[in-house]
């Protein structure tokens, strides 16, 4: 039987990202009429200084589906958490990475 020292408990993970940074988002969802405005909308709510001119957009190769990426400005892993989350959550969305 082993017992660990109090000072053995593993601490919190550090981030490995320094905030505040400039963090890429990707998101995929059907093409359709819309789907860039939702997501920029979202970003938007969660980076007020989101510069639009920073929006990446790529095809799928049959043209069914449009890839996303917006660049944030992220300031903390929560502020990261609710926008990962909010965008998954979007009906318009299939993946977020």
């Known amino acids: 039987m082993s017992h660990l020292p ?6 919190q993970a550090e981030s490995l990202i ?17 789907l860039v405005q939702a997501i920029t909308h979202i970003a938007l709510q969660f980076d ?6 920073t929006i990446e957009l790529r095809e799928s190769q049959g043209g069914k ?3 996303v990426t917006i660049t944030i400005t ?3 892993r929560e502020q990261l ?14 993946v977020v990475l």
């Open 74 to 76: 992220a300031t903390s």
């Open 48 to 53: 007020p200084q989101f510069d639009l001119t």
């Open 6 to 11: 109090p000072s053995s408990v593993a601490p």
């Open 18 to 34: 320094t905030y505040p940074s400039l963090f890429p988002i990707k998101v995929m969802g059907l093409k359709v009429d819309g």
């Open 81 to 94: 958490d609710e926008v990962y989350r909010t965008l998954s959550t979007h009906p318009m969305v299939k």
């Open 65 to 67: 589906y449009l890839g």
